[in-house]
C-alpha cells in the first residue's frame, strides 16, 4: 500500500506526457508573456506621451507608471500562491490588474494613474506572470523543460511587435482614456486563458513545501561569485535597460517627429527583439559551451551602443532604425537567457531560490529605473542624458562580464596548477 501512491503517479505522469495537454499549457504560458509583459510594457511607453501632455505632468512623475508596473509584474515571490493556492491566485490578479487599467481611465490626475496601473496593475499581473514560468516546470520534465521555458520569452516579443500601432490607432480615435479601457478588457481574456491551463496542468504530487524563507540559502547563492556578478548586472539591467520603450516616443516628440515614427521604430524594437528570444534559444547549444554570461561582454557592448545611437543620430531616421535593430536583438537575448545563466551558475538545490531572488532584484530595480530616468531628463531638459546613461551603464555590465571571465581563468589555472605540480618533500627523497 505504501508504493501504490508512487507507482499510481508514475503511471499518470507517462500517460500525460503523452497525450498534447503540455501543449496546451505551453501555448497558455506564450499567451500569458504577451498579455502582462508585451503589451503593457509597449502600450504605456506610446500613452505616457499624452497623459504627461494633458496633465502637464513631470516625467519622473509620469514615468513611475511604467516603472512600477514592470517592476512589480516582475518583483513576485511565491508566498502568497503556497498559502491560498495558484488558481486562486490567478483568478484575483487577472481581475485587480484588468480592473485597475479600467479604473485609471477615469483618473483626474497623474498621482491616481501611477496608483492603479504602476501599483494596482503591477501588483494584480504579477501572479500571471510568475505561474507562466511555474506552469512550464510543471507541464514538462527534464530537457523539454528548458527549452520550452525559453521559448515562452517568444510571446512578450510577439506583444511588443503588434502593439504600437494598435496603440497609436487606439490613440487616435478614443484618447488615452479609451486604450485603458479596451485594454482592460482585452486583459479579462487572462481569466479564460487560467482555466484552460488550469483543466490541462497535471496534478501535483502533493509534495509539502516549506514556507519559511531560508536564508542560508539566500547567503550560499552570493557565495558564488558568477551569480554574484550576474545579480551586479540585473541591477544596472533593471534601471536602465528599457530605457527605449520608455522615453523613447516622447524624446522622439520633442524633436519633430509624430506618434506614427516613434510607433514604428517601437515595432521594428519588438521584431527584433523576438528575433533576439529566438536566437538565444537556437544558439544555445553553441552558447552554452561556456558560461552565457561570458556572452554578455558584447551583446551588453552592442546595447550601449545603441542606447547611445538615439540621442547621437536623432536627426538620421535610417541610423534610429538600425540603433533599434541593435537594441531590441540584444534585449530580446539577455531576457531570454536570464533563467539560463541562473542554472548554470548555481547548485540545482539553489536553482528556485537564485531565480526568485533575480526577479525580486529585476523587478525592484525596474521599479526605481523610470523615476530616475524621468528625473535626469527633468534637471537636464532632455532625454540625452537618460540614453547616455543608460549606454554607460550597459559597458559597465559588459565590463564585468569580462572582469568575470578573467577571474574564473585564473581561479581554473591555480587550480591545475595545484592538481599537476603537487608539493615535494625534500625529506622523503633522502
Known amino acids: 500500500m505504501a508504493d501504490e501512491s508512487p507507482n499510481k503517479w508514475g503511471t499518470w505522469r507517462e500517460r500525460y506526457d ?14 500569458l508573456q504577451f498579455l502582462v509583459i508585451g503589451m503593457p510594457s509597449s502600450m504605456l511607453g506610446i500613452v505616457y506621451v499624452d497623459i504627461m501632455r494633458e496633465f502637464r505632468a513631470g516625467a519622473s512623475e509620469t514615468a513611475l507608471m511604467l516603472s512600477l508596473y514592470r517592476g512589480l509584474s516582475f518583483g513576485g515571490r511565491n508566498h502568497l500562491m503556497r498559502w491560498a493556492g495558484e488558481f ?66 517568444v510571446g512578450g516579443g510577439v506583444g511588443l511587435i503588434v502593439t504600437p500601432y494598435i496603440t497609436e490607432f487606439l490613440l487616435r480615435e478614443y484618447g488615452w482614456r479609451g486604450t485603458f479601457l479596451i485594454f482592460g478588457g482585452i486583459f479579462l481574456h487572462l481569466l479564460l486563458i487560467g482555466v484552460v491551463v488550469q483543466l490541462n496542468l497535471p496534478p501535483s504530487e502533493n509534495l509539502k513545501k516549506s514556507t519559511v524563507f531560508q536564508w542560508r540559502k539566500q547567503i550560499a547563492i552570493f557565495k558564488c561569485r558568477a551569480y554574484s556578478v550576474f545579480a551586479f548586472d540585473m541591477i544596472l539591467f533593471g534601471m536602465f535597460g528599457f530605457a527605449e520603450p520608455w522615453f523613447l516616443p516622447d524624446f522622439l516628440v520633442s524633436n519633430k517627429y509624430d506618434q506614427q515614427d516613434a510607433a514604428f521604430l517601437l515595432t521594428v524594437i519588438g521584431v527584433f527583439s523576438l528575433v533576439g528570444r529566438i536566437l538565444a534559444g537556437v544558439l544555445e547549444p553553441l552558447l552554452s559551451r561556456t558560461k552565457l554570461v561570458y556572452h ?77 530616468g524621468g528625473m535626469v531628463r527633468d534637471v537636464t531638459g532632455g532625454y ?27 581561479c581554473s589555472r591555480k587550480v591545475k596548477t595545484d592538481v599537476h605540480i603537487p608539493s615535494v618533500s625534500v625529506i622523503s627523497h633522502l
Open 18 to 31: 503523452k497525450s498534447h495537454r503540455r501543449y496546451v499549457v505551453f501555448t497558455g504560458s506564450l499567451f
Open 88 to 153: 486562486p491566485c490567478m483568478m484575483v490578479g487577472s481581475l485587480v490588474g484588468s480592473f485597475s487599467f479600467i479604473t485609471a481611465a477615469f483618473a483626474q490626475n497623474v498621482t491616481t494613474i501611477v496608483l492603479f496601473v504602476g501599483l494596482g496593475a503591477g501588483c494584480g499581473f504579477m501572479i500571471p506572470l510568475l505561474l507562466a514560468y511555474s506552469n512550464i516546470g510543471r507541464a514538462f520534465t527534464g530537457k523539454p523543460a528548458s527549452k520550452f521555458l525559453t521559448l515562452t520569452a
Open 384 to 410: 540625452e542624458a537618460v540614453f547616455y546613461v543608460a549606454s554607460l551603464t550597459a559597458m559597465i555590465v559588459a565590463a564585468s562580464c569580462g572582469v568575470l571571465l578573467c577571474m574564473d581563468k585564473l
Open 296 to 372: 554578455w561582454i558584447y551583446v551588453f557592448a552592442l546595447m550601449g551602443i545603441s542606447h547611445a545611437a538615439f540621442p547621437c543620430f536623432i536627426h538620421l531616421f535610417p541610423v534610429l532604425i538600425g540603433a533599434s535593430v541593435i537594441y531590441g536583438i540584444t534585449f530580446g537575448m539577455v531576457v531570454s537567457q536570464s533563467a539560463p545563466v541562473v542554472f548554470q551558475s548555481l547548485p540545482l538545490e539553489l536553482y528556485p531560490t537564485g531565480l526568485a531572488t533575480e526577479f525580486t532584484i529585476y523587478g525592484g530595480f525596474t521599479a526605481l529605473g523610470g523615476y530616475v
